[in-house]
Structure formats: structure tokens, C-alpha cells
């Protein structure tokens, strides 16, 4: 793990009320460490695991989780789903396949946007995620106060362990982004937005101008407008392509240098 | 894959509008069925590689596929990222870092918008990963229309390349199951009435490639990589610039035009 990620994991460790994934009887350990890896990725970092299964630490664990160390070196290990839980005020638990217990269900949108709400008002939040093969239990499911449930292909349902929580804690990064509207970047500003990255300014009309006189000056020195009467036509068609492009200022020294070398050659 | 999965996966085969998932040079076995399997969670099968590293089919690519073999089975295999693209109109690729190319960078979901226009609009669309560890380079990069950047934690930004799939294959899927429901919303009501009228459709993957190859023939034989050290970057900016353009099937012919007048002069 980065240096700069540990510092960032040991301050997020102190804030009591940052969201904890909970992974209940997990099998594999190359699992547990793509889970510890897309945490990192989403800025979560308290893992906790109940009943792993024995040889789960193993070098894949590490390998998967590629530099995302520090948060398997911090995990907590449980024997009950119950205890895990302990400090905690309210769980939320992932499945794809309904219950028949009566509790609210949330997408994963919805969701995160609930648990900004609960986290700004105190509330200590955990994810619980079933075993690989089986899910959560009916027993196990009976400690969540409310179901997540992705929209998935109903067909074929069940997303690897690091999927799941990597749809999670995707959405509740991004409703994060949203919230923390001091912390924005420029470049998150760009994604958010949709709109490009402008690393040059838009050529301006006299630029613009400037390249089709020289284009059209040298189109006719080489007589590329023929017949005659077709010129209008043709260099409204090629003006118009070049007047949708919003070309900028290196794009248009770009072209000159080509159409330059082309007619010098 | 269970019949059902299987049915729909030829349905879909037919379909010539679902969304490619082009791997670029992926490296691992593992990875490649953990992509085949969070396409079937989220209703996407038609799956390519290019260029995947020796020794990737193996029994680790089928055990993490977990029963979306039929994926697997029907993918296909390109030596170029050109060649893999060759039928479709609009790729998409993503990518964690910021680059030098001037394009549209979209979030996952702002992109699953996007693309849910264009296919209703019959364009065949493609969504470009890179490698696990070097991600796309600045050539494989030149061939993408638009760049799809999710939030993520800048100090830990590198996503298992089967999670990248997932949060734009998640994002699509959501945004498709909103669209069956006839719902259309606001932002993409304003969307699809802001895009501008075709007149002529847009150009192909097949015919931009052959319009830059042609491009980068001619000024190869006039000299105009010069030194050609910088070939690759001047090419690449040549590239960016007329990607950006979303040149039209009449634009190219305009441009094949000019630069064949201008050269047998």
C-alpha cells in the first residue's frame, strides 16, 4: 500500500462512522483480497471478516489484493455474524435473490444515498455479504435492518463476492463525490459534468478563417474545384465540415502543417 | 451456462446493436472469465480479445467464468484493437488516468446514457479495456471516440480489470432496465432532442481506419514524419484530432478528395 493510502487508512480507522464491510463466511482468499483491493479503489477501508475459511490468508490473498495490503494487515475476524456487528447501529446485507423476510429493499443507489443520510446523522454503518456459494442465511439476513439488492440479469444472478461489493461501494463513493461538493477536483469536475478535458482552447473565428482561405486559396491553385460551377457547392460542404468540428487551436496547426507539407512537396 | 443463458445469448448474438467488450492484451486467465462472468450479471455477452497473453484459456479462465462459458466459447479473437473494431461505429474506452488526447470524458453512468441513445439510434458500439497492468496505451487509445473515467480514489485508482467492466456494465444495465420501463428521463429527453439532425450517418470504424491509414501512408511517403522519433506522437495527434470529430461517412469522402487531389498534383 502507498504510503499516502496508509496515512489515509490510519485517519479513516479513527472515524468511528465510516462504512465496515462484512463478509460472512468467506471461502476463498483470492476473494478477500479483491474485496480489500475495490475498497481501496472506493476509499473504504474497514474490512472485517466472520468465519473464514481456514487457509484463507494465503500469497493469492495478497496478490489480489494488489497494494491494498494495509486494509487485510487491519482486518478484524469474527466468530458470529452477531458479534461482528457489535458496535455498529445499522446493517444493511446484500442478496440477489428475494426473501421471504419483510424488510426494506434498496438498490444500490438508493442505498448509498441512505446511508449518506444515516453517517451524517452518527449512525455506525455495516455491509454484509454472504459466503460465495450460498449467500447470506435466513439466519444470517435476520441481523440486517434493511436488503440491497442490485439490478442484475435475472437469468444469472449471482455476482462474484468482489462484484458485489464493488457495486456498492461504488455507488456510495460516487453519492460521496456528489456530497462533498468542497473537495471536488478539476478533473472530477470534467467527469461529472461529461464534459471533455480542454487542454488547448477552441481556435477562435479569425483563426478559423484564416486556415479555410489558405485551404481554399490552395484548393484552387490546384484545381480542385471542377467543374467551376460545382465550387460553391464543394467548399460550402468542406467549410461545413470543419465548422461542426470545434476545432481547436493545435488542431488547426496540425492541418496547416499537413496541408503545408503536402503542397511544398 | 444454464439453457436459458444459452438462449438468450444466441438472441442476443443476432442482435447486431449489443454493446462489444474488447479486452486489449489481457493478461490472465482468471480475469478474462471474471469479465465473461459480470457480463452475464449484467445481460452482455458478445465478448473480444486482442492480442490475449499465451496460455490464457485455462482452467482458472472457466472456474471464474462460473457458468458463463457460453461466453467464453463465442469470443473472439483479434491480432489489432483495429481489427477487433472494424463493424462498430462508436467505442468507448476506459481509462484511469488523465491523457493529453482532447476527448469527451464521461462517468459510467453519464456513458450508459449515452450509449442507450446511440444504439436506439442503430449505431454498434464498443467498450475498450486495457491490460491489467499497463491499462490502454496512447495508440490503443486514439481509436476510442469518447473516454469513460469512473470516480474512484485518486490515490488508489487502478481498478481489477473485470471490476472496470463491472461499473460500466452495472451503469448500462441500470440504465437500460430504466428505459424498459419506458421512463424516460429528463436529462436524457434533453439529450436525444439536443443531438443534431444526421444528415448522413456517421462513419464507421472500417471507414475512419481506412481514411487514417490512407492519411498515414501519404504523409509517411512525403516525409512528414520528421524526425521520426516523434512519428508516433505526430501521428497520434493527427489521430485525436480527427476522432474527435465524429466525422460523417460524407466527411471522409470530402477529406479522401482533397488529400488525393492534393497528392497526384
Redesign the interface.
Known sequence: M?K??IK?AQKIQKLNNEPVIILANPQLGYNIG?VA??M????LYKLRLVNPRDGWMADETYS?A???SGILDHLGIFDSVGASMNDLDFIYATTARRRDLIKEVLSP?SAAKDMMIRIKNGQKIGLLFGAEKSGLSNDELSYADAIIT????P??????L??AV??IA?EF??AK?KGELGRV?E??K???E???????RNANKNEYIHFIEFLEK??DE???FHPVEKKNMMLN??KA?FQ??N??Q??IK??F???K???D?
Do not use: W
Not at 150 to 153: A, G, Y
Not at 155 to 160: G, P, V
Not at 194 to 200: A, D, H, I, Y
Open positions: 502507498p499516502k493510502l489515509i479483491a483491493r475495490v481501496a479503489n472506493f476509499d489480489s494488489s497494494g491494498a443507489k442490485s439490478p442484475v440479469n437469468e444469472f444472478a449471482s455476482l462474484n468482489a462484484q464493488c457495486v461504488y463513493y460516487s463525490a477536483t478533473s472530477d470534467g467527469r461529472t461529461g464534459l471533455p478535458l480542454e487542454k488547448t490552395t484548393l490546384k484545381g480542385f460542404n468542406i465540415m461542426r468540428q476545432l481547436t493545435k488542431d496540425i492541418l502543417g499537413i496541408f507539407h503536402l503542397i512537396e
